[in-house]
């Protein structure tokens, strides 16, 4: 099984920066990729930006520029840095861990972490 384990959330500023990290333990099978999800109150959980096994990161539009994913293979880390923020980011955040077997995809999540913008 796997572990994931979510730290950085936190209070800021619109306009300021946080940056959020995922540190998985356990056995990783076959790494498909990372991701980081939101859900804001009251609103689907929308995936935000995610990192397949050979770097390639992908983002939804509204974070575009602003949001960078990246990992730590050494570490087994990813991050998720944010710029530029909104009050519209505000939200809870979960990183996501796919692993791959036999066609088989099985999805871990962290625990989440709360990321508050202020106006």
């Known amino acids: 099984q796997v572990q994931l384990v979510e730290s950085g959330g936190g209070l800021v500023q619109a306009g300021g920066s946080l940056r959020l990290s995922c540190a998985a333990s356990?056995?990783?099978?076959?790494?498909?990729?990372m991701a980081w999800h939101r859900q804001a109150p009251g609103k689907q959980r929308e995936l935000v930006a995610s990192?397949?096994?050979?770097?390639?990161?992908n983002y939804v539009d509204s974070v575009k520029g602003r949001f960078t994913i990246s990992r730590d293979n050494a570490k087994n880390t990813m991050f998720l840095q944010m710029s530029s923020l909104t009050p519209e980011d505000t939200a809870v955040y979960y990183c996501?861990?796919?692993?791959?077997?036999?066609?088989?995809?099985?999805?871990?999540w962290g625990q989440g972490a709360q990321v508050t913008v202020s106006s």
């Open positions: 996501q861990l796919g692993d791959f077997r036999g066609g088989n995809m099985l999805l871990y």
């Open positions: 990192i397949s096994s050979g770097g390639i990161s």
């Open positions: 356990g056995t990783i099978f076959v790494l498909n990729h």
